[in-house]
T-cell receptor, first 112, second 115 residues
């Protein structure tokens, strides 16, 4: 299983761009990189997934360098409602022996 | 689509009592999971079922048992509840995204207190 390392917490002001970096040095060839967001008293929800280069959707962008040993989740112009815990996960399918380890994630606090 | 449905949403047990947490998904996903979340500990995997008919232990399986009843349902049983099992329990299911890796859908959680 590819172990991930991400900051425990981050602070930001409204309107700023927030970049959360995740390290995954032993990522395997078949592994995808997925980010989830969790609000208090709710289950995590899928934000974005990528394999290499850059992926963008209506919520965020995901930057993955060529060596894939790290990834950066970018949240443009955050608002108070982006205050949440963000999890970086690396893996393939459960059938290949991979089970999801969320860890503690990065707690993002957005203030006015 | 309801997604992943967990019951009950809240439960208070006395030490030594038993109970089963129910989870059902209507997305035809093959894989299902049970997690617990404690303050400051993140999400920890208890058990998972990669496909119907199989179950495997996760990081913290002691004190729990699971049953993959069918493709839709995956239950978590506490045989003799202990205060250390006070937590929020989340069920999840996963399936491959089109042309990509796996995406996971979580239920809204069961808040369990053992007194």
């Amino acid at each position: 299983l590819a172990k991930t390392t991400q900051p425990i917490s981050m602070d930001s002001y409204e309107g700023q761009e927030v970049n959360i970096t995740c390290s995954h040095n032993n990522i395997a060839t078949n592994d995808y990189i997925t980010w989830y967001q969790q609000f208090p008293s709710q289950g995590p929800r899928f934000i974005i997934q990528g394999y290499k280069t850059k992926v963008t959707n209506e919520v965020a962008s995901l930057f993955i360098p060529a060596d894939r040993k790290s990834s950066t989740l970018s949240l443009p112009r955050v608002s108070l409602s982006d205050t949440a815990v963000y999890y970086c996960l690396v893996g393939d399918s459960p059938n290949s022996g991979y089970a999801l380890n969320f860890g503690k994630g990065t707690s993002l606090l957005v203030t006015p | 689509n309801a997604g992943v449905t967990q019951t009950p949403k809240f439960q208070v047990l006395k030490t030594g009592q038993s109970m089963t947490l129910q989870c059902a998904q209507d997305m035809n996903h093959n894989s299902m999971y049970w997690y617990r979340q404690d303050p400051g500990m993140g999400l920890r995997l208890i058990y998972y079922s990669a496909s119907e008919g199989t179950t495997d232990k996760g990081e913290v399986p002691n004190g729990y048992n699971v049953s993959r009843l069918n493709k839709r349902e995956f239950s978590l049983r506490l045989e003799s509840a202990a205060p250390s099992q006070t937590s929020v329990y989340f069920c999840a299911s996963s399936e491959a995204l089109t042309g990509q890796g796996y995406g996971y859908t979580f239920g809204s959680g069961t808040r369990l207190t053992v007194v």
